[in-house]
């Protein structure tokens, strides 16, 4: 999303809202491997009988929280997700609820397995990533003018429940059934 001159109260608003669904992406507890392979160095110096040398233990102890470190940071900027009612951020991507149009259903095939996929699995995932991150599921959105994109979470059914009636309640007008709304796009990729 880009800012434009008199979106600061926008922007504020955004980031001020309760947050409906949140992942952090990566844990900082990953950070003690490091005195755990400090810990294991010394034991290993302990039952060898060559003595304890600190040294080595300090070493490792550096250089496994350090390269965690780098990579748990990472993981906390690159594929963490964030909910409010109105805004979607996915890593360093925001995109605002009301450029949603509609939240697929879970899809009927896995990209794996080699049968049609619907047209939103073949569509660019949300953030600056180059697909979905391992470990998380794609989930499918229909965009303003006609565009695609994947929304990911480790917990998809629960973003996907806390996005989902966001989305309907803006596009869905009264009276109308949830199938009848824009059923006509969920077919195959072309």
Do not use: C
Not at 153 to 182: C, F, I, K, S, Y
Request: charge should be negative; aromatic fraction near 6%; hydrophobic fraction near 45%.
């Amino acid at each position: 999303m880009t800012a434009r001159p008199g979106d600061n109260q926008k922007m504020a608003s955004v980031d001020d809202s309760k947050p409906l669904f949140a992942e952090s992406g990566g844990s900082w507890l990953w950070l003690l491997a490091g005195p755990a392979a400090a810990a294991s160095m010394i034991l290993i110096e302990l039952w060898s009988g060559a003595g304890i040398g600190l040294l080595v233990p300090a070493i490792f102890l550096v250089m496994v929280s350090a390269f965690l470190g780098i990579q748990v940071k990472a993981a906390r900027i690159h594929t963490s997700v964030e909910l409010t009612e109105d805004a979607l951020r996915q890593g360093t991507e925001t995109i605002l609820v009301r450029e949603i149009v509609k939240v697929y259903p879970e899809p009927e095939n896995h990209e794996a397995s080699g049968k049609d996929l619907a047209r939103w699995q073949s569509a660019r995932a949300l953030g600056e990533l180059a697909g979905v991150p391992r470990g998380r599921i794609g989930i499918g959105l229909k965009l303003t003018g006609g565009r695609y994109a994947q929304a990911w979470a480790r917990r998809h059914r629960q973003l996907r429940a806390a996005l989902t009636p966001l989305v309907q309640e803006r596009v869905q007008p009264p009276g109308t059934a949830v199938d009848d709304v824009d059923s006509d796009d969920d077919g195959p990729a072309l």
